[in-house]
């Protein structure tokens, strides 16, 4: 028997970092994206602002420290079985952040880590849903 989902979605966090037209990205080392590139992210804790956990999460993941500036958008994350039952279902939400110090090192739950040119987000990797949607609208908003 498959074990009962969450009784209500789990608020997770997403730091988008983009520099120098490129974006953080890090291969995920476990489900339900394991071995996807998408952003460095993990859940809220408790008593924590979204802000405050996507800088957190950020240097947990890459070493990599950022201010973290604004929210960029929230997308629904469902894990379902084969048979269509719901295992998970995350809140995802984006947080724009500005790069401050740091080379990206893998760590926490990340494989590799690494900064990849906007223009080349899609080729040769597998890329966790949105992940080129929010990179663009990030770009957009952090400005030149």
């Known amino acids: 028997m498959?074990?009962?989902?969450?009784?209500?979605?789990?608020?997770?966090?997403?730091?988008?970092?983009?520099?120098?037209?490129?974006?953080?990205?890090?291969?995920?080392a476990n489900p339900p994206d394991?071995?996807?590139?998408?952003f460095p992210g993990g859940k809220v804790e408790?008593?924590?602002?979204?802000?405050a956990a996507a800088k957190r999460e950020l240097l947990e993941e890459t070493g990599v420290t950022a201010r973290a500036d604004r929210v960029l958008t929230a997308l629904d994350?469902?894990?379902?079985?084969?048979?269509?039952?719901?295992?998970?279902?995350h809140v995802l939400v984006a947080v724009l952040c500005h790069?401050?110090?740091g080379q990206p090192q893998a760590a926490d739950d990340a494989l590799e880590a690494g900064w990849?040119?906007?223009?080349?987000?899609?080729?040769?990797r597998l890329l966790s849903r949105d992940v080129v949607a929010v990179a663009q609208m990030a770009a957009r908003m952090a400005g030149p």
Not at 80 to 85: D, I, K, L, V
């Open 34 to 38: 394991a071995g996807f590139w998408g």
């Open 116 to 124: 990849v040119a906007l223009a080349d987000l899609d080729k040769d």
């Open 77 to 89: 994350a469902l894990d379902r079985a084969e048979t269509g039952e719901l295992r998970h279902h």
């Open 99 to 101: 790069w401050q110090q």
């Open 2 to 28: 498959s074990p009962l989902p969450p009784p209500r979605p789990v608020v997770a966090v997403l730091a988008v970092v983009i520099r120098d037209d490129q974006v953080l990205l890090v291969r995920r």
């Open 46 to 51: 408790a008593g924590e602002t979204l802000l």
